[in-house]
């Protein structure tokens, strides 16, 4: 194995900037209320130390095809 | 003009119902599967799951747990090479219970002690011996345990009470006496390429995990909720689409992978794992009338109508209900007209 994740099933989760959160939600034309959620309290949301409000990128691999899903990190 | 590139350019064009499409493409092969539930998967003995149209039901309802959990051990690569190290490990994993390896169990209540007599035969089977049950037995209960004459378990309890030694008695007969409790029963298999994995018909990954030798980070359980607990959202929507890939695969038949990814995303979407239906992705649903469209009509027109709730006719069921455009395709899009260009012509 290449990668050092923690799991074969767990792709790379990163929590980005404001700035570039805001880019990407502008370049979507959505708000941060439209992303699917991750909730604070979530295993890999933990280990990052995400606080709610903040984005996470999560960099999928789906069928061979990689690609980014972000999402909201609320309260449970 | 720009916009019209986009347009031209994305994989899905905007007001596509995928939802709806993606629904239909997994709904239409579905009359097609099996309604059996039992049926034998693959070579490994142990593999008897829940398949077919069951399974799939049960992934989409977002059961608790699954009806026939599994669980593939991987093993770290110095443990993976030699059956005999695997089986070490199996062996650990392997859940055995008191109630296959014992004959019956004699109550001394004057001496407050339980006579237990192992089936010698079965033992043997189970490649293990009294004085590992006895320890493991007493680990359990709480008890003395220990190994009496021909290999039978003594166990003394501190109390002369009929009730409490019958009690302890039960729980004995119950009780786990090897391996880790919800693994079920695990044996070695060996994969295509010559390496030797664990298959178990149980699920209990955490303390699995734990056990040395085995490969946390490729350990797989069909158990959904299981997956969340321990590895989060993102791997359960993972374990979700392998698993309704899959069941779709045994079955011959074919459905777009992005219908099944859509579906996952979905049920995943607020962080949680959501059923479709009453009680899940419906029961969220915004509109009025969208939920009373549903089920539970009278209920849901009910609790609007006491609670005063406003449905702003957003959707595409409560368009249809009272006739309108629908907000997709082609009713998605509205017209504008520029005042000042308007005038100019």
Do not use: C, W
């Not at chain 1, 984005?55 to 972000?70: A, L, N, T, V």
Request: glycine share 8%; hydrophobic share 40%; proline share 2%.
């Amino acid at each position: 194995m290449l990668s050092k994740r923690e799991h074969e099933l767990v792709p790379t989760h990163k929590v980005i900037s404001h700035s570039d959160a805001n880019s990407m939600l502008a370049s979507f034309g959505i708000s941060v209320y439209n992303l699917p959620k991750i909730l604070v309290d979530d295993p890999q949301a933990k280990k990052l130390g995400a606080k709610a409000g903040d984005i996470i990128e999560i960099e999928r691999e789906d069928f061979g095809k990689s690609y980014k899903y972000y999402r909201h990190v609320v309260e449970r | 003009m720009k916009m019209a590139k986009q347009e031209y350019d994305s994989s899905v064009q905007a007001g596509e119902p995928v939802g709806v499409i993606a629904a239909q493409s997994l709904g239409e092969p579905g009359t097609q599967m099996v309604l059996r539930t039992f049926h034998m998967v693959g070579a490994a003995a142990t593999a008897i799951a829940t398949s077919g149209l069951p399974r799939i039901i049960e992934l989409l309802d977002a059961k608790k747990v699954p009806s026939s959990p599994i669980m593939r051990v991987y093993l770290k690569e110095s443990y993976a090479k030699s059956f005999a190290k695997a089986d070490e490990i199996a062996n650990k994993i392997s859940e055995i219970k008191m109630g296959s390896v014992m004959r019956r169990a004699v109550e001394n209540f004057s001496k407050g002690k339980i006579l237990i007599i192992l089936n010698a035969q079965s033992m043997q089977a189970m490649d293990l011996t009294a004085r590992q049950v006895a320890a493991r037995l007493g680990k359990e209960l709480g008890v003395e345990a220990r190994v009496g004459e021909h290999g039978n378990i003594i166990v003394s309890t501190h109390t002369k009470n009929l009730k409490e030694v019958r009690a302890i008695t039960v729980k004995a007969t119950r009780s786990i006496v090897n391996g880790i409790e919800g693994a079920g029963r695990a044996m070695v298999t060996q994969a295509k390429d010559g390496e030797f994995y664990i298959e178990s018909a149980g699920s209990n990954i955490e303390p699995v995990m734990q056990v040395e030798g085995v490969d946390a980070s490729r350990i797989y359980t069909n158990d959904l909720f299981a997956t969340y607990r321990v590895f989060g959202i993102e791997a359960a929507r993972n374990t979700l689409v392998l698993e309704l890939k899959k069941t779709l695969e045994d079955q011959d038949i074919s459905v777009n992978d992005r219908h099944i990814s859509l579906i996952a995303d979905a049920m995943t979407a607020d962080g949680t794992i959501q059923s479709i239906g009453r009680h899940g992705l419906v029961g969220r649903k915004e509109s009025v009338f969208a939920k009373a469209a549903f089920e539970e009509t009278v209920k849901h027109l009910i609790n609007a109508a006491a609670f005063g709730q406003i449905d702003y006719m957003r959707g595409v069921t409560e368009n249809i209900l009272v006739g309108k455009q629908i907000p997709l395709g082609t009713g998605s899009v509205k017209l504008t007209i520029k005042r000042k260009e308007g005038k100019k012509k």
